[in-house]
């Protein structure tokens, strides 16, 4: 858990054990959660996701911003970071943006 989540937790009152308690006051199900994102996400017409996309789209972000794949192999508590490679997609507008980062190879003195 991040230091300043972590910090942030312990500040507000207490009421349950958990984060996010049910209105009962215990453990929200697995179920009860995909339940609740798959209403919201058709609430806001977004198809074929779900939870996991949500990691994916972590790893992405931080991968475009430059974090390096040890460092998001630690945030995604990867033992292998193999697996953490399959997590950092790049957009296709952020590779195609590289493209433009070449030297121009027109004025290259081998003639290119």
Not at 34 to 53: E, G
Not at 56 to 82: C, P, V, Y
Request: aromatic share 12%; no cysteine; proline share 4%.
């Amino acid at each position: 858990m991040h230091p300043i989540v972590e910090e942030i937790l312990k500040k507000r009152p207490r009421e349950s054990n958990y984060v996010f308690p049910s209105t009962r006051g215990g453990m929200y199900s697995d179920s009860t959660w995909y339940y609740y994102l798959k209403r919201k996400l058709k609430k806001l017409n977004i198809d074929n996701a779900n939870l996991h996309t949500f990691r994916h789209t972590f790893a992405s972000w931080l991968t475009m911003e430059g974090i390096t794949m040890r460092k998001l192999q630690n945030l995604l508590g990867h033992k292998k970071i193999d697996i953490t490679m399959i997590y950092s997609h790049l957009s296709p507008h952020y590779r195609e943006t590289d493209i433009y980062k070449m030297p121009d190879w027109k004025d290259d003195k081998n003639g290119g």
